[in-house]
Every structure is written in structure tokens, then in C-alpha cells.
């Protein structure tokens, strides 16, 4: 399974746009890259998920260069409620029944 | 849809107790897991089942059981409770549609928080 590495913390403004790096090196053909968000007191909540260049949603935008060794996950303008921890999954094509949570970044929006 | 659905929501045990802490999701989902959150960690695979009848081992799965009879339920037991395992637990379920799809999302239950002492 490939190693995750994210920054532990991230400190932001309302309204600027926050980037977060993970590293996964030993990523593997069938690997997909997903990011969740945890909110305080709640389970974990799908962001988006990418198997290589851009992908974007309503929410966020996921950049994957091509040598998928790492991925950045972008939340455009973030606001107060934006405060929470953000954590990298790398795992196989199939369900994500051997899926590891590291220790995820914990975002924290000021005002 | 309720989604997942986890019963209690808090609850404190003594050591050596047990108790069962209850899964359900109503999205007709055949993948379930149970995660254990330690504060300020990650979340840690405990069990999983792929789907009625079958269940297997995560990556921290001592002091647990499991059963899955039906595709709704989940059931988490713990037979002697023991202070390690205060943590917060969470469900979760996610539909696989077999090879050529990506990682199914997981949707999560709101947790239940354990204390042992």
C-alpha cells in the first residue's frame, strides 16, 4: 500500500485559496487518490477523488502530475466552516477495504 | 435515506465489561468497516465486510468482533473492555461495483464515542 505524507497543520485566511501536498511515492498503477474532510465530532466526508491530471468539482480541485507521486488538493476561497482535517487516501482500484487514514492536515481558517 | 447510522452515541464502560456497538445503513450498500479514532490519530481499520456472512481483519482488530447477517447491520462487539480501547468509533459503508471502478466512496456514521475506565 503507498505511504501518505501530508503537512500536519495549515493556517489560512477566509478567502484565500488553500493548496495541500501529499506525497505518495510508491504509488501503484491501480492506485486512486482520494481526500476526505473531518469536521470536528463527525466521520469523515468524501472531497474528491482522481487517478491522474485535474479533476474538479463544486467543492474542490485535485492536481496530479504525471508521475502521480504526489497530489495537491485545492479549496478555492476558503471560508470559516472550511476549518477541519483534510486526509490523503492512496489505494487499489478496488473497494477500499484496506484504505489508511494517516494523520491528515488539520486546516484552520481565520478571520 | 438516514445514511449510516451508529447507537450510542456515548458510553462509558469498566473495565472487563462488554458491549456491542451497533451499524446500520440504509443506502443497500455490501461494503461496511469499522474505524477506531484515537484523539488528535487518524482513523484505524479495525474490521470489514465485503458483504453478508463474510468479514475480515483490519489493521488493529484484537479485543474485537464481528458479524455481518445481514446487509444492513454491522455490529462491533467488544468483550473485555480495556482502557486502550477508549477512542471514538466510526461505521462506515460503501458500495463496490468490482474491478474498473475507482475507490467507492465511504460514507460515514456520526461515531460513538467510548470511554473505559
Not at chain 1, 474532510?37 to 487517478?51: H, K, L
Not at chain 2, 447491520?73 to 461505521?91: G, H, I, K, M, N
Request: hydrophobic share 30%.
Amino acid at each position: 500500500l503507498a505511504k501518505t505524507t501530508q503537512p500536519i497543520s495549515m493556517d489560512s485566511y477566509e478567502g484565500q485559496e488553500v493548496n495541500i501536498t501529499c506525497s505518495h511515492n510508491n504509488i501503484a498503477t491501480n492506485d486512486y487518490i482520494t481526500w476526505y474532510q473531518q469536521f470536528p465530532s463527525q466521520g469523515p466526508r468524501f472531497i474528491i477523488q482522481g487517478y491522474k491530471t485535474k479533476v474538479t468539482n463544486e467543492v474542490a480541485s485535485l492536481f496530479i502530475p504525471a508521475d502521480r507521486k504526489s497530489s495537491t488538493l485545492s479549496l478555492p476561497r476558503v471560508s470559516l466552516s472550511d476549518t477541519a482535517v483534510y486526509y490523503c487516501l492512496v489505494g487499489p482500484r478496488a473497494a477500499g477495504n484496506k484504505l489508511t487514514f494517516g494523520g491528515g492536515t488539520r486546516v484552520l481558517v481565520k478571520p | 435515506n438516514a445514511g449510516v447510522t451508529q447507537t450510542p452515541k456515548f458510553r462509558i464502560l469498566k473495565i472487563g465489561q462488554s458491549m456491542t456497538l451497533q451499524c446500520t445503513q440504509d443506502m443497500n450498500h455490501n461494503y461496511m468497516y469499522w474505524y477506531r479514532q484515537d484523539p488528535g490519530m487518524g482513523l484505524k481499520l479495525i474490521y470489514y465486510s465485503v458483504g453478508a456472512g463474510i468479514t475480515d481483519k483490519g489493521e488493529v482488530p484484537n479485543g474485537y468482533n464481528v458479524s455481518r447477517s445481514t446487509t444492513e447491520d454491522f455490529p462491533l462487539r467488544l468483550e473485555l473492555a480495556a482502557p486502550s480501547q477508549t477512542s471514538v468509533y466510526f461505521c462506515a459503508s460503501s458500495y463496490s461495483r468490482g474491478s474498473g471502478a475507482g475507490q467507492e466512496t465511504q460514507y460515514f456514521g456520526p461515531g460513538t464515542r467510548l470511554l473505559v475506565l
